[in-house]
């Protein structure tokens, strides 16, 4: 199994060799979404694809295009176009957001963006249809999942920002 990596700091990575059969079976590849390109060494030999990669709690502020926009549609769109390079690519699971589901794909008419939408859905909508049209250009056999959580026993030593929510929400203080 190859993994995208951000980072091969070993503080941030180590834990992923814990895992069992880690060792035998699992090949980091260092990546950045922003980077076209980037993805080519990580798909490369592999038959599928689980893009899960996206920010999820961002700073809302004035760069919202750079801390949430840009990274979930260029970032869906490099990996998707690394893919469509890839000799062995047979499917691509996108991990998208139930969020999506609120907009139609003319979002932009509805929603015109500004501060009064919601940039999480805007992103994660804008992205998926991308996705949609780089797999449909180039053949790719793309399935997207909606979630509206995604949850689970912790792999790694710090909490998800997502499991982080769910505490909030929990402890009452959300």
């Known amino acids: 199994m190859s993994s995208y990596v951000r980072s091969g700091d070993e503080d941030k990575v180590g834990f992923l060799w814990e895992l069992e059969g880690a060792k035998e079976r699992l090949k980091l590849v260092k990546a950045d979404l922003l980077v076209p390109e980037s993805f080519d060494d990580a798909v490369r030999g592999v038959d599928g694809v689980f893009h899960t990669a996206s920010p999820v709690l961002v700073p809302y502020d004035d760069n919202i295009q750079e801390s949430l926009i840009d990274p979930c549609i260029k970032g869906t769109l490099n990996v998707l176009r690394s893919c469509s390079k890839s000799q062995t690519v047979k499917r691509v699971v996108l991990t998208s957001s139930c969020s999506s589901i609120r907009y139609r794909f003319d979002a932009q008419a509805a929603s015109p963006l500004d501060e009064s939408n ?57």
């Open 118 to 174: 919601l940039w999480y859905a805007f992103a994660k909508t804008s992205a998926e249809k991308e996705a949609w049209r780089i797999a449909e250009e180039h053949g790719i056999d793309l399935v997207v999942v909606n979630p509206s959580f995604v949850v689970g026993p912790l792999l790694g030593p710090k909490p998800t920002s997502t499991l982080l929510l769910v505490l909030a929400i929990i402890k009452g203080s959300l």
